[in-house]
């Protein structure tokens, strides 16, 4: 094969796929893969959904793009699928999940600096987290190895330690405008946020006038076993960010705003030539009205329970498993090396996973997997997890 132009971004793995159905992928030699990792948490509904391919067929024939100086009905229905099963009431369409994190974070500033006329600017972030790739998502984010050779960053980012009521709260000032926060920091290491905490974070944010923005790129669309994450909490955001799964696989990011935060953006704050386009909004009604239709959360939450009590029955007590962790099909399996060899070994053995910090072992199957593919996981980690161990001890 001849050198590749493409920019060399991404350590890739030595695998060509070139076609895929529900929760399996096949290579450009035939063979074929069980995926548990979804495209990086995007084809929850698995690949090629029938109903979401029926939607963007029909879209295919009638229009593809026109600009956001017009409306469009699947704009407006999916914005409203949207706000009628959550806690927002307006949503901003974009194309990513940094794009989405890049509005909440302009969303805050405005609110306070045009609506209550005081000069806040400082977004409170989190040791391990991540929020993307943009100059201010990579400020956010609260990770070094993605902020290396990229100086001077952009002003207005602080972050403080996970799980640390006092360090967030002597991290607040007079500047401050918001905390924005995963609820499971999932490429941090699949570490799942205490509800106390963020209980303490929400009272924070109401006594100091905050914004509390949740990044639900990863967790949202079902993955958690609640259509959103937060709903596993006693808490609302004011605002939050989707991508990843609300498009099945087509680029899709959105905003979403609680009133009055809604009024930091009135015509001409902020725009996008492709967010929210005609075919874009197509995918995502298919995919919400699915998820809804189907119960896919529920289901999610149900694989999620026979995934974790397996993977505990077939894990618990090989040497180099420190721990298993997660919420809903957002799960990690703690080791106490780097993961890279066995997850290599997993691949070879055809099944997709991949990692999530240095040690953790991620698996992000779609959120209609069946016990049987769980079984076929399941067994293979084991199988990988045990020679590995039993190699190192002789
Ligand atoms: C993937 C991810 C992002 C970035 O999304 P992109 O679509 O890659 O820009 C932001 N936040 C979280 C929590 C993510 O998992």
Known sequence: ????????????????????KGSRLWDDQG?????????????????????????????????????????????????????????????????????????????????????RGEYRYEIITFNQSFHGR????????????????FLPLPEGFV?????????????????????????????????????????????????????????????????????????????????????????????????????????????GSHATTFGGTPIAMSVVVATIETMLKENVAEKAAEAAQYLMGELHKHLDGIPGVAGIRGKGLLVGILCDEPAGDAIAELHKRGLLVVPAGPNVIRLLPNLLVTHEEIDEAVGLIAAVLTERAAAKQA
């Open 159 to 267: 972050h403080v330690p996970l799980h640390d009521v006092p360090a967030l709260e002597s991290a607040i000032n007079d500047r401050t405008a918001a905390i924005m926060l995963e609820l499971v920091q999932a490429e941090g290491g699949v570490i799942p946020v205490e509800a106390d905490f963020l209980r303490a974070v929400r009272e924070l944010c109401d006594k100091h006038g905050l914004l509390l923005i949740i990044d639900e790129v990863q967790t949202g669309m079902g993955r958690t076993g609640k259509l959103f994450a937060y709903q596993h909490y006693d808490v609302e955001p004011d605002v939050f960010t989707l991508a990843k799964g609300i498009g099945s696989g087509f680029p899709v990011g959105a905003m979403l705003a609680k009133k009055p935060y809604t009024e930091g953006f009135v015509p």
């Open 31 to 115: 063979k074929e893969y069980l995926d548990f990792m979804s495209g990086l948490a995007v084809t929850n509904l698995g690949h090629v959904p029938d109903t979401v391919k029926q939607a963007l067929v029909k879209q295919l024939d009638e229009l593809w793009h026109i600009s956001n100086l017009f409306s469009n009905p699947n704009g407006e229905r999916a914005a409203r699928l949207l706000v009628d099963n959550s806690c927002a009431d307006a949503v901003f369409f974009c194309n990513s999940g940094a794009d989405a994190n890049e509005a909440a974070i302009k969303l805050a500033r405005r609110y306070h600096q045009k609506v």
């Open 134 to 149: 943009t100059l201010a998502t990579l400020t956010a984010t609260g990770q070094d190895k993605v902020k290396e050779g």
């Open 1 to 20: 094969m001849s050198e590749s132009a493409l920019f060399s971004t991404y350590a890739r793995y030595p695998i060509t796929l070139v076609k895929g």
